[in-house]
């Protein structure tokens, strides 16, 4: 008999010829722990030969991490010599903290060579590669399963959400236009002081009107919205998604025959789409007001004359091209976001890297659709 705490024997052995009979008993906690590891490395010692072991734990009242861990070691110690090592009666409450100890590796730590380091860098860079390789394919599934589930609300109208649309128009657009608001325009009053200062050098004070009102009207306007509503409301989306993963809401969902892409996705998807044309519009005139504003009281350009040169500078098709922009990236923000916020797993550090990831996809993703956009409606003559 082998180790033992309050009079009780946490670990008996008893051995036939070649075969260990080991019965465990008591509490295998973190309270016994320095015993029950004295215990077991004295076994191990004490039998090198032994080419079968049976571990009985039926007569185990209590298991923790602690002792589940030393319950591991000593079947690693014995199948690492070659025995057969079996563990029985384990009570169906610990089988799957044993489980997720098994798929454990423990392995030595080795210096990497100049090659082992090469080969590694090469792993990392394939692994990243097939990562986005994923995340686009999860996105493409994304964007099939709304287009399911727009088309089964489309054949069902009563089915759709519409207080959910409401509730999520309100977070997206009537929320966020203050701060939209505030930042469209401190970048036009930017843009014109120092489209000013430069300009002023030439004599072609006047040409600033032009260039704030393509670039706002074209390009940054759009595109300083959308960054604001991928770090605002994405990261809102992917959180809440992710949260309701951890809680096991969206299987409840599918348990309970609802799709949550139906329940939870498509209203959050059409608030987008339907909510950043809207403020894509307000922060473009907020822009236009500030660049304005800096125009007459910087580079005394009189409010008349702004606006008559900004009418000579613009055309319809420059309003249209910023606000055809806007649904098509508010799609690919809230994809991006609700994909990375179904990707959480059940810990507060996989949220909080799936948030981060959903934030930076977004950005990326907007600034590489604004580019493909400008090159298209340049192509097109807009």
């Known amino acids: 008999m082998v180790g033992g705490v309050s009079d009780k024997t946490l670990l008996d052995d008893s051995v036939q010829g070649s075969h260990l009979a080991l019965v465990g008993a008591g509490a295998w906690i973190a309270v016994n722990a320095h015993g029950l590891e004295a215990s077991i490395q004295a076994l191990i010692a004490k039998y090198p030969s032994v080419k079968k072991v049976d571990i009985d734990m039926e007569h185990v009242e209590r298991l923790d991490t602690f002792g589940a861990w030393l319950l591991e070691r000593l079947v690693r110690a014995f199948k690492a010599r070659g025995c057969q090592t079996d563990v029985t009666g384990l009570k169906d409450d610990y089988k799957a903290l044993m489980d997720e100890l098994r798929s454990v590796k423990l392995e030595d730590a080795q210096p990497r060579t100049g090659g082992q380091a090469f080969n590694y860098a090469l792993h990392s860079i394939g692994e990243n590669i097939a990562s986005v390789g994923n995340s686009f394919l999860a996105i493409v599934n994304m964007l ?53 200062f430069h300009f002023r050098k030439f004599g072609a004070d006047v040409y600033v009107v032009d260039m704030v009102g393509i670039l706002v009207l074209r390009e940054l306007g759009v595109l300083i919205v959308c960054i604001m509503v991928a770090g605002r409301s994405g990261s809102a989306y992917t959180a809440e998604l992710g949260s309701m993963k951890m809680r096991e809401e969206i299987d409840a969902l599918r348990t309970m025959g609802f799709d949550p892409v139906e329940v939870l996705i498509l209203p959050r998807i059409l608030a987008l789409i339907i909510g950043v044309p809207i403020l894509t519009f307000l922060g473009s005139m907020a822009a236009l007001y500030g660049g304005g504003l800096v125009c007459w009281l910087y580079g005394g350009i009189d409010p008349d004359i702004f606006l008559s040169r900004l009418k000579e500078a613009i055309a319809l098709n420059t309003f249209q091209v910023g606000m055809i922009k806007a649904p098509f990236m508010a799609l690919v923000i809230g994809a991006v976001a609700c994909v990375e916020g179904l990707a959480v797993k059940g810990s507060a550090e996989s949220l909080g890297r799936q948030t981060t990831a959903s934030v930076v996809e977004s950005i990326f993703l907007v600034i590489v659709m604004d580019g493909v956009f400008a090159i298209f409606f340049t192509s097109i003559g807009m």
């Open 144 to 196: 099939g399963a709304l287009v399911i589930a727009w088309l089964r609300v489309a054949a069902r109208p009563h089915t759709f959400r519409l207080t959910s649309l409401v509730h999520q128009l309100d977070n997206v657009a009537w929320r966020a236009v203050p701060i939209i608001l505030l930042i469209t325009f401190l970048i036009g009053c930017i843009i014109a002081q120092q489209g000013l």
